[in-house]
């Protein structure tokens, strides 16, 4: 995106999120989180309290009743900040978009032709099936696809790239985005969706945080949470009768007061996690919106870091997507630099990344230079589907580069034969993953001109990481076997898929899916839009077709298919995070115990001092200390929910080890230290 990302704690941040913290204080909203609602509950009745204790109604003192009182209500506080600023990036990023939505005129037309009349109208009135006609300077008013013509799109207001691109009729780059200006020609562009359902409509609702719904693991770990924190409010609420029945028997001691014992009950249940966990999945959705990543769903970034399975195309995601010429194999008795001139000679006119690397490639291995096309007097033949060649007549010679089997055609028209050894140069060619081009002059065959798909460097660790992660690649493309198994060898894939059809692609996804795995698949052609829609997740480029893009749950605003990748890291990143801060949050409850509940019933059982093992300065500074540590460690926390935690390729087994050495370990620990730390402040000025 073209927007500026904002600091962590950038002031146009951190502003809205304290005053949304306290708009979150409704109890509409605080329902929705049940664990902090019963903080929620406690925080008013410790108000309550307060107010009689001042009334003179309550044996504990007011002022320690109002410090409990005032953190909880911070502990509160700070849980509905987590939130509200993961909320504020995505609103950022949202009201960025709506930059992109302005005014535009329409010149809708009445005929699907460039020189049909067409009438002005605002960019609002135009209506799914309309067509409108945009040409160079123009704004593209709505989203749609290109029925005619060609031309240079600026599409950096959404991508952040400022490299025009070509949009043409036909194929899978028809499709344009509403807000972004043509550059150069013109095109017809029949509308696709209606006022308000716009990319960039679509794009705001998705990244609007505030309407993100719970994934199925949030839900599945919520319900684990609210069962704890029912547990715990069964023991706490037992504890009272308890506590006045042992003082009634003994005589002597002081009941348990209900301040103490919402404390207790508070620093019992899992509160660090369930205060951070909404803005854990809002953070992930954000920081995919950061990679240039349009999620539909939290479910969509859930399911990213899910995944067993990715089916990766071969071009433009394993290999660079251009063809080069990698080397010239002349047949017996021609001479290697006059298979190159010629090849040369027959590429002059030819614009692909393969003609021009073979220009390269005979100027490197022989010094040829680019010849004079006027000189020469050439005339050009260009490739079409149906020769299934190219090349030039040059003095009555004709010149010819093209598909083995459309050479020989050519070849055995003009009475010429085709080298039976040139098959078996062929057949080596494909087998090294290579693309074999034959070149013929007059009846006569020169060679083969190899054309090498180039892996791009560094995939093959790449899929090494996800192979230790357990995730299984698939690479999809439409080679033969025999290219297809060269090219999967080199790049380090699990599998490849050869000759890929819409239906293959889609039994595939199915097969994976039958055995419970997860799939995940990038595409951008009308022909992907099947499987992408059957994929658990699906990236469509923003550069392809509608159809693929509907289809999707995720839109790559870069179109760069190698973006799977980091789509599943930082799904995995989400939910390393939050497997991170649940184990930390449960594991700090045990220092809790032993601050709280000795002090909490010490004055009922004399007994449980013994337990003081952290020699705390008294049992109300106790109380207090772990109550204060309960509400700090949320807001000290917030950093990692909304960053998350480092990444790392590595096993569940392994991570698990991981979790347990430093956030377990951790969990256990910090709160030992915090609390001491915190009952020496409170003592040293005089609060306790």
């Given at each position: 995106?073209?927007?500026?990302?904002?600091?962590?704690?950038?002031?146009?941040?951190?502003?809205?999120?304290?005053?949304?913290?306290?708009?979150?204080?409704?109890?509409?909203?605080?329902?929705?989180?049940?664990?902090?609602?019963?903080?929620?509950?406690?925080s008013i009745l410790t108000t309550a309290l307060w107010v009689q204790a001042l009334l003179g109604q309550s044996e504990t003192a007011p002022g320690f009743i109002l410090a409990v009182a005032?953190?909880?209500?911070?502990?509160?506080?700070?849980?509905?900040?987590?939130?509200?600023?993961?909320?504020?990036?995505?609103?950022?990023?949202?009201?960025?978009?709506?930059?992109?939505?302005?005014?535009?005129?329409?010149?809708?037309?009445?005929?699907?032709?460039?020189?049909?009349?067409?009438?002005?109208v605002a960019a609002a009135d135009l209506r799914k099936g309309d067509l409108f006609l945009v040409e160079a300077g123009d704004t593209i008013p709505a989203d749609g696809e290109v029925i005619?013509?060609?031309?240079?799109?600026?599409?950096?207001?959404?991508?952040?790239?400022?490299?025009?691109?070509?949009?043409?009729?036909?194929?899978?780059?028809?499709?344009?985005?509403?807000?972004?200006?043509?550059?150069?020609?013109?095109?017809?562009?029949?509308?696709?969706?209606?006022?308000?359902?716009?990319?960039?409509?679509?794009?705001?609702?998705?990244?609007?945080?505030?309407?993100?719904?719970?994934?199925?693991?949030?839900?599945?770990?919520?319900?684990?949470?609210?069962?704890?924190?029912?547990?715990?409010?069964?023991?706490?609420?037992?504890?009272?009768?308890?506590?006045?029945?042992?003082?009634?028997?003994?005589?002597?001691?002081?009941?348990?007061?209900?301040?103490?014992?919402?404390?207790?009950?508070?620093?019992?249940?899992?509160?660090?996690?369930?205060?951070?966990?909404?803005?854990?999945?809002?953070?992930?959705?954000?920081?995919?919106?950061?990679?240039?990543?349009?999620?539909?769903?939290?479910?969509?970034?859930?399911?990213?870091?899910?995944?067993?399975?990715?089916?990766?195309?071969?071009?433009?995601?394993?290999?660079?997507?251009?063809?080069?010429?990698?080397?010239?194999?002349?047949?017996?008795?021609?001479?290697?630099?006059?298979?190159?001139?010629?090849?040369?000679?027959?590429?002059?006119?030819?614009?692909?990344?393969?003609?021009?690397?073979?220009?390269?490639?005979?100027?490197?291995?022989?010094?040829?230079?680019?010849?004079?096309?006027?000189?020469?007097?050439?005339?050009?033949?260009?490739?079409?589907?149906?020769?299934?060649?190219?090349?030039?007549?040059?003095?009555?010679?004709?010149?010819?580069?093209?598909?083995?089997?459309?050479?020989?055609?050519?070849?055995?028209?003009?009475?010429?034969?085709?080298?039976?050894?040139?098959?078996?140069?062929?057949?080596?060619?494909?087998?090294?993953?290579?693309?074999?081009?034959?070149?013929?002059?007059?009846?006569?065959?020169?060679?083969?001109?190899?054309?090498?798909?180039?892996?791009?460097?560094?995939?093959?660790?790449?899929?090494?990481?996800?192979?230790?992660?357990?995730?299984?690649?698939?690479?999809?493309?439409?080679?033969?076997?025999?290219?297809?198994?060269?090219?999967?060898?080199?790049?380090?894939?699990?599998?490849?898929?050869?000759?890929?059809?819409?239906?293959?692609?889609?039994?595939?996804?199915?097969?994976?899916?039958?055995?419970?795995?997860?799939?995940?698949?990038?595409?951008?052609?009308?022909?992907?839009?099947?499987?992408?829609?059957?994929?658990?997740?699906?990236?469509?480029?923003?550069?392809?077709?509608?159809?693929?893009?509907?289809?999707?749950?995720?839109?790559?605003?870069?179109?760069?298919?190698?973006?799977?990748?980091?789509?599943?890291?930082?799904?995995?990143?989400?939910?390393?995070?939050?497997?991170?801060?649940?184990?930390?949050?449960?594991?700090?409850?045990?220092?809790?115990?032993?601050?709280?509940?000795?002090?909490?019933?010490?004055?009922?059982?004399?007994?449980?001092?013994?337990?003081?093992?952290?020699?705390?300065?008294?049992?109300?500074?106790?109380?207090?200390?772990?109550?204060?540590?309960?509400?700090?460690?949320?807001?000290?926390?917030?950093?990692?929910?909304?960053?998350?935690?480092?990444?790392?390729?590595?096993?569940?087994?392994?991570?698990?080890?991981?979790?347990?050495?430093?956030?377990?370990?951790?969990?256990?620990?910090?709160?030992?230290?915090?609390?001491?730390?915190?009952?020496?402040?409170?003592?040293?000025?005089?609060?306790?």
């Amino acid at each position: 995106m073209s927007h500026k990302q904002l600091a962590m704690f950038d002031p146009a941040l951190v502003t809205p999120a304290i005053l949304d913290a306290f708009r979150k204080l409704n109890p509409a909203v605080q329902w929705r989180n049940p664990v902090m609602f019963v903080v929620y509950v406690g925080s008013i009745l410790t108000t309550a309290l307060w107010v009689q204790a001042l009334l003179g109604q309550s044996e504990t003192a007011p002022g320690f009743i109002l410090a409990v009182a005032f953190w909880l209500w911070f502990t509160v506080l700070f849980a509905n900040f987590a939130e509200a600023l993961a909320e504020g990036r995505s609103k950022a990023q949202a009201a960025a978009l709506r930059g992109l939505k302005r005014e535009t005129a329409a010149k809708r037309l009445k005929a699907p032709k460039v020189d049909a009349n067409w009438d002005q109208v605002a960019a609002a009135d135009l209506r799914k099936g309309d067509l409108f006609l945009v040409e160079a300077g123009d704004t593209i008013p709505a989203d749609g696809e290109v029925i005619e013509g060609v031309a240079s799109v600026d599409e950096s207001a959404i991508t952040g790239e400022s490299a025009p691109v070509i949009r043409e009729a036909g194929g899978d780059f028809s499709a344009v985005t509403g807000g972004t200006r043509v550059l150069s020609d013109w095109l017809v562009v029949r509308v696709t969706v209606n006022p308000g359902e716009t990319f960039v409509d679509r794009m705001i609702a998705m990244v609007e945080g505030a309407k993100r719904r719970k994934t199925p693991n949030e839900i599945a770990l919520t319900i684990l949470l609210v069962a704890l924190t029912i547990v715990f409010l069964v023991v706490t609420v037992t504890l009272l009768p308890f506590s006045l029945f042992s003082v009634a028997v003994a005589g002597a001691g002081t009941p348990v007061s209900l301040t103490v014992l919402i404390a207790l009950l508070v620093c019992l249940i899992p509160t660090t996690i369930a205060g951070l966990l909404s803005a854990i999945g809002v953070a992930g959705m954000s920081r995919m919106m950061q990679a240039n990543v349009i999620a539909t769903s939290g479910r969509a970034v859930e399911a990213a870091g899910d995944v067993d399975v990715l089916l990766l195309d071969k071009t433009g995601t394993i290999t660079l997507g251009n063809r080069q010429a990698s080397a010239f194999l002349p047949v017996a008795g021609v001479q290697e630099a006059d298979l190159a001139s010629a090849a040369q000679l027959a590429s002059l006119a030819d614009e692909t990344p393969e003609g021009r690397s073979i220009m390269v490639l005979a100027k490197q291995r022989f010094g040829l230079r680019e010849r004079d096309i006027h000189a020469l007097d050439a005339q050009f033949v260009h490739f079409s589907a149906q020769t299934r060649m190219s090349g030039v007549d040059v003095h009555g010679t004709q010149i010819r580069k093209g598909a083995a089997d459309a050479i020989r055609t050519h070849i055995e028209g003009l009475g010429g034969r085709f080298p039976s050894a040139l098959l078996s140069t062929v057949e080596e060619v494909a087998r090294r993953g290579s693309t074999p081009l034959v070149v013929a002059e007059g009846d006569r065959v020169l060679g083969v001109v190899e054309l090498k798909d180039i892996v791009k460097g560094g995939i093959k660790e790449r899929f090494a990481e996800l192979r230790r992660m357990g995730i299984r690649t698939i690479m999809i493309t439409g080679d033969n076997r025999l290219t297809a198994a060269a090219i999967a060898a080199e790049a380090g894939v699990d599998d490849f898929l050869a000759e890929a059809t819409p239906e293959a692609k889609l039994a595939l996804i199915r097969q994976h899916q039958a055995e419970g795995r997860l799939v995940a698949m990038t595409g951008d052609g009308t022909n992907d839009a099947p499987a992408l829609a059957q994929a658990d997740v699906a990236v469509a480029m923003n550069t392809g077709t509608q159809a693929a893009k509907e289809a999707g749950n995720m839109v790559d605003l870069d179109s760069n298919p190698t973006k799977l990748i980091e789509v599943v890291e930082t799904g995995k990143q989400m939910l390393m995070t939050r497997g991170s801060l649940t184990t930390f949050s449960i594991a700090n409850d045990i220092a809790k115990y032993f601050a709280i509940v000795p002090a909490a019933f010490v004055t009922t059982y004399p007994q449980l001092a013994t337990l003081n093992v952290m020699g705390l300065t008294s049992p109300a500074s106790a109380i207090l200390s772990a109550v204060i540590f309960n509400a700090l460690i949320i807001m000290f926390l917030i950093p990692l929910a909304l960053k998350g935690v480092t990444y790392r390729a590595v096993g569940a087994a392994a991570l698990l080890r991981r979790n347990l050495a430093i956030y377990g370990l951790g969990g256990v620990v910090v709160p030992f230290i915090g609390i001491k730390l915190i009952d020496l402040t409170l003592g040293a000025i005089g609060l306790t």
